[in-house]
Nanobody
Framework: QVDVVESGGGLVQPGGSLRLSCYAS????????MGWYRQAPGKQRELVAT????????NYGDSVKGRFTISRDNAKNTMYLQMDNLKPEDTAVYYC????????WGQGTQVTVSS
């Protein structure tokens, strides 16, 4: 069992920045494939970004490329999502996913981009 907890969401103005964090439990965090997903009201959950075990390979959804950066610190069992130049269409609940044998999901953190 892997417990996943997101933090760092909030209200930000267009053009602003936020950094999300995701803590995943367990002594084998360095073996977890990790990712961020989001779901806006009335829409399906979509990929934001993923990162491999070592952090060497990242992948981004088209709508966030060049604005968001995913990273991880295996010593802290934590993954991050740096979000810059935020737009109103980035408003959503952001979910952390950890994969080790199966997927584990957090409860989500709300990000609202509005003036």
């Amino acid at each position: 069992q892997v417990d996943v907890v997101e933090s760092g969401g909030g209200l930000v103005q267009p053009g602003g920045s936020l950094r999300l964090s995701c803590y995943a439990s367990g002594s084998l965090f360095y073996l977890y494939f990790m990712g961020w997903y989001r779901q806006a009201p009335g829409k399906q959950r979509e990929l934001v970004a993923t990162i491999t075990k070592s952090g060497g390979v990242t992948n981004y959804g088209d709508s966030v490329k060049g604005r968001f950066t995913i990273s991880r610190d295996n010593a802290k069992n934590t993954m991050y999502l740096q979000m810059d130049n935020l737009k109103p269409e980035d408003t959503a609940v952001y979910y952390c996913m950890s994969h080790y044998g199966r997927e584990y999901w957090g409860q989500g953190t709300q990000v609202t981009v509005s003036s």
